[in-house]
């Protein structure tokens, strides 16, 4: 079975609550989920992922320190076994959203493969962008299967 790990960070839940839709639509393909918090997740579950998606608020627009903390550990471990990793990312902000830049970036320094837009949520996700995310999560899923 093809594995994605959701790495992210949330500390008010808004992000925790769009990750969950996304959830649900890797689920209902028949992909199973991981769920890290940046805080806990390692190498191993890095190294083991078929394809990542990176969740974070937006706080002083950068991502979560809580998430980049993933990175930061498991940078010189993973490198030469993570490149071409299929990725996309998503974020909650509060009506700003440069977060976005700085995750998209840190793909870049592990040679992660953007195969999906990034998606922006505004605080909590509404109805609609539930249903947005949940799409998202399906395709991932898909593009993971191949
Ligand atoms: C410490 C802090 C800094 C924030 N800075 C920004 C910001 O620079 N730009 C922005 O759009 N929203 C900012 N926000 C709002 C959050 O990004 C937004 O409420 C987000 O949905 C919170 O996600 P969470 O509930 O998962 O923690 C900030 C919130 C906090 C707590």
Known sequence: ?????????SLGGNTEKALEFIKKGIEEENVEVI?????????????????????SPDYFSYM?????????????????KVEGKPYFAFITHGGGGKAID????????????????????KNAPSKEDGEKLKEAGKKFARIIKG
């Open 1 to 9: 079975m093809k594995k994605v790990l959701i790495v992210y960070y």
């Open 102 to 121: 700085s995750i998209e970036k840190i793909a870049g320094s592990f040679k992660f493969k953007k195969v999906m837009e990034p998606i922006l949520i």
């Open 35 to 55: 769920v890290k918090k940046g805080t806990e997740g390692n190498l191993e579950d890095l190294l083991n992922c078929d394809g990542i998606i990176i969740g």
């Open 64 to 80: 979560a320190g809580g998430l980049k903390d993933f990175f930061d550990r498991t940078y010189y471990p993973s490198r030469g």
